[in-house]
């Protein structure tokens, strides 16, 4: 059984996963991305038009498990563990004859994989999270999470985000997005603030209060 802790992390990691994994696609080019590796021209052979540290994780040879039982391979995970775990998930439910909250996740046949993939393990992971396996999934997921956030440049937090005041309604339900952008979650405010906007929003605020007092 996993912690809780550990299973609301993965529960995090899992909901960033198909934007983190968009983010990579884009970090593709040479130069993007915060570490904007560069294949050099020395040899005789034309370089890469990519970065080789990003297409190994999203291309399509990446491989398709980290399993590494003595820690001493470097291997970076691919993005077919997914569907690996997904497929490895639905079929021991199967199994196990446990058909309790199934249902189709809502979505198309033509969605990529790795994002129909997400969907299932998220539908199955509190069951998921009482199997044997349950640790070397936390495990896999946490790793193929850890190198998406690197290669992206704009690292995913998964600790429980901070809250700030809004500087609109002010509540205390105001959050840093990864863009910088705070964004606000109370249902009837939705205001999102580039940085700048919210320190000249929250500087008006104090001041009034300041009037008031
Ligand atoms: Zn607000």
Not at 60 to 70: I, M
Not at 157 to 184: F, N, Y
Request: glycine fraction near 8%.
């Amino acid at each position: 059984m996993l912690p809780a802790l550990h299973l609301d992390r993965l529960r995090i990691q899992l909901a960033q996963l198909p934007e983190l994994i968009t983010l990579a696609h884009l970090a593709l080019l040479p130069g993007s991305g915060r570490r904007g590796a560069r294949v050099s021209g020395a040899t005789r052979t034309a370089p890469l038009p990519c970065r080789v540290d990003v297409l190994s994780l999203v291309g399509p040879t990446a491989a398709s498990t980290v399993r590494d039982d003595h820690g001493d391979q470097d291997q970076t995970p691919g993005l077919d563990l997914l569907a690996g775990w997904a497929r490895t998930v639905l079929d021991d439910r199967q199994r196990a004859n446990d058909w309790t909250g199934w249902v189709r996740p809502a979505g198309h046949d033509w969605e990529r994989t790795a994002s129909r993939a997400v969907k299932v393990l998220l539908l199955h992971l509190d069951w998921a999270a009482t199997r044997q396996y349950a640790r070397d999934l936390a495990d896999e997921i946490g790793r193929l999470h850890g190198h998406l956030n690197r290669v992206s440049g704009t690292p995913f937090t998964t600790g429980p985000a901070r809250r700030h005041v809004c500087a609109r309604c002010k509540l205390m339900t105001a959050t840093i997005r990864p863009d910088g952008m705070c964004e606000c979650s109370a249902p009837d405010c939705l205001a999102v603030l580039t940085a700048d906007e919210y320190a000249d929003r929250a500087e008006r605020v104090l001041a009034e209060l300041a009037k008031v007092a």
